[in-house]
């Protein structure tokens, strides 16, 4: 689904250079669920905005789904995003004054959709989301778990092959953080990937599988040995 | 996208209403300003005849003793009487009129409608065909009776109504003068603005006022009526008294126009006339060297400076004025669109292309400069209300018509998009990453 080989990432300025990436590996699976961690600083952010066609790496090479996105221009790029990906965002990131099937309907647009299609995509997203009933509400009136369940449906709506979620309830209290999850986990188990950054180690250790990052490098853990090493811990 | 784009731009409306309706009255104000300034030169300046403006031609010859000549000096505008006579008979053009305003008492002989004074004018029978006077009834007098310098008489509608009502009047007679004149012809609603057949005192001024009636130029000068209008006597003026030593002198009194059959005939008939002015020297007249003219009607207009000054130099003023409030526009759809970084992203990371984000925020300026322009439509009808208290003339001048309200909103379209070009390269410029992260 998504390969990342020996890829770097150079920010320039005239007087220093910073490698936010290198040589950098991943190769995520198609259908996998994968958290990302790593402490602040360490690049996280730099390979999800690389992995989400935000922003171009320095070398190395990248096939999204198959596609080398190396050299590609930006409305490839934005076309083959707007098809391949779903984003979910720490601050939900809704436009404020669209009500939530507007919202819902931004990236449909983008893809060039009939409103007969799009109406079909939208209400199936919200309903998914357990939102349907509001569609006309607007992002203020609702919670911070609501609006990231709306920001979770936008990213389905076009039934993306990899979502990719940057700290989804790094902004929600326990109870809302949890139910998002799980319904991370529900999309998941129907087949769609997840790439998942966070800091919070318990929902990272409810991923497959765990990339944790240092230094702009990968450094892979198996779900089962993150397991198993909570178990130790919980042991001692 | 269009619609979609549009939409949206409608509903950012309401976002920051202050700042929205701050653009569109900045907006709306330089747009209404120019447009009122704009509409009165469009009107002044205007071709009041196009499909023919370029060969009706106006002939000058400067007729003026030597005494006090200097080089460089301008015909008179307008001709005497021999000279008119004289072009009128050359064959020159496809037709030819000369004119001169008359005024006369019309005896009704009703009791609810006491004798009055109409203004006329006194042309030939070409003059309805050269400036394409729409008749109600009947039509131009014949040849015949304009060589038997006959009483005959063509009203104005308003004569016409105020005589007869609205029935019509053709075969019937007036007295007018103490004679009686028969009726040929009523010409519809006529009003060429300016009115520029008769530019030099018609009844009225340049824009305003109506000639009443039209008799045939021979006809009138056999009734000895006299010019109501600018009489130019240099030199001695008449050597003889009265109507004959009048018409015999080298005062000049008479307009005079040539319709040429395409715009080339004015190299030809310019130089009829300085052929003309030569054979004349030959009869003692002319001391002057040879300086004639023959304008088109655009010239012509130039030339009698219809348009004041003042009038462009308030036009310069408005549209300065508009890129005053254009670089306004420019600083308030920055700070709009600037607000706006987060959303850019989030558009971007969803699929929108940068030509997606450009055409959705130009769209946007487009929608705050159809508002302005209405508007400014608005605001233009007010200044044009302000403009016509000045004078009468001015209430004449001061209107718009279909096409002025058109470009009213075009120019506010326009001016819009040229203020959202820099604000909107500068969305499209947004990081979606960097946005997307610190939303």
């Known amino acids: 689904m998504l390969k990342m080989t020996n890829l770097s990432k150079v920010y320039r300025t005239h007087m220093i250079e910073t490698h936010a990436l290198r040589g950098f590996d991943i190769h995520v699976k198609e259908g996998e669920f994968v958290a990302v961690t790593g402490p602040s600083g360490s690049g996280k952010t730099t390979f999800l905005n690389i992995a989400g066609l935000l922003e171009e790496f320095s070398g190395g090479e990248f096939l999204l789904d198959g596609v080398n996105v190396k050299g590609m221009d930006d409305n490839a790029r934005s076309k083959l995003r707007n098809e391949k990906l779903g984003f979910i965002f720490q601050g939900f990131n809704l436009i404020p004054d669209l009500n939530l099937f507007d919202n819902v309907d931004v990236p449909l647009r983008y893809r060039g959709f009939n409103a007969a299609d799009r109406k079909i995509r939208i209400e199936d997203a919200l309903g998914r989301v357990g939102l349907a009933s509001r569609a006309k509400h607007f992002p203020a009136e609702l919670s911070g778990g609501q609006q990231q369940r709306v920001a979770i449906a936008r990213a389905l709506a076009g039934s993306p092959k990899l979502l990719l979620a940057d700290e989804p309830t790094g902004n929600l209290d326990t109870q809302m953080a949890r139910g998002v999850m799980e319904l991370l986990e529900e999309i998941n188990s129907q087949g769609t990937t997840i790439l998942m950054v966070t800091h919070d180690p318990e929902l990272a250790a409810r991923a497959q599988r765990n990339v944790h990052i240092i230094d702009g490098q990968v450094s892979d853990l198996l779900r089962e040995t993150n397991a198993s090493l909570a178990a130790v811990a919980a042991t001692v | ?439």
């Open chain 2, 1 to 439: 996208m269009f619609a979609y784009y549009f939409t949206l731009g409608l509903r950012s409306l309401r976002r920051n209403p202050a700042l929205t309706a701050l653009m569109i009255v900045t907006l709306a104000v330089g747009v209404a300003a120019s447009m009122a300034t704009l509409t009165v030169l469009y009107v002044m300046s205007g071709d009041p005849i196009p499909e023919k403006s370029d060969r009706l031609f106006v002939p000058r010859v400067d007729t003026a003793p030597l005494v006090g000549y200097a080089a460089g000096d301008e015909p008179s505008d307008q001709l005497n009487y021999t000279d008119a006579t004289n072009l009128l008979r050359s064959g020159q053009g496809v037709r030819r009129t000369a004119v001169y305003g008359v005024g006369n008492a019309i005896e009704t002989g009703r009791a609810d409608l006491p004798p009055f004074l109409a203004q006329g004018v006194a042309p030939t029978r070409d003059f309805f065909a050269m400036f394409n006077v729409p008749f109600l009834y009947g039509g131009p007098w014949d040849v015949a009776t304009e060589t038997a310098k006959s009483n005959v008489i063509v009203l104005n509608r308003e004569l016409s109504e105020k005589l007869f009502g609205k029935t019509n009047p053709v075969g019937k007679r007036i007295t007018m003068d103490s004679e009686q004149w028969q009726i040929v012809g009523v010409i519809d609603k006529w009003n060429p603005l300016p009115r520029y057949y008769r530019l030099i005192n018609g009844n009225g001024g340049n824009f305003s006022g109506a000639d009443e009636y039209f008799i045939p130029f021979q006809t009138a000068v056999r009734h000895e009526f006299s010019n109501n209008g600018n009489n130019n006597c240099t030199g001695e003026g008449p050597k003889e008294p009265g109507y004959q030593g009048w018409i015999a002198s080298e005062c000049d009194w008479i307009q005079f126009w040539f319709e040429g059959k395409s715009a080339s005939d004015q190299a030809r008939i310019k130089e009829f006339l300085a052929a003309y002015v030569t054979d004349q020297k030959k009869l003692g007249r002319f001391p002057r060297p040879i300086n004639v003219r023959l304008e088109n009607v655009m010239e012509w207009m130039k030339h009698l400076g219809v348009v004041g000054a003042d009038t462009k130099l308030s036009t310069w003023l408005a549209f300065g004025f508009l890129l005053v409030c254009l670089v306004n526009t420019v600083g308030l759809l920055l700070a709009k669109f600037s607000a706006r970084a987060g959303e850019v992203g989030v558009r971007r990371a969803l699929g929108a292309t940068r030509g997606n984000i450009f055409q959705q925020f130009l769209i946007e300026a487009t929608v705050i400069g159809l508002v302005g322009g209405l508007l400014g439509l608005i605001l233009s009808f007010g200044g044009l209300w302000l403009i016509s208290m000045q004078s009468e003339e001015m209430a004449i001048v001061a209107k718009m018509d279909w096409a002025m309200l058109a470009l009213t909103l075009a120019l506010s379209i326009f001016a819009s998009i040229l203020a959202g070009l820099l604000p909107t390269w500068r969305a499209c410029q947004v990081t979606p990453a960097l946005q997307l992260k610190t939303q």
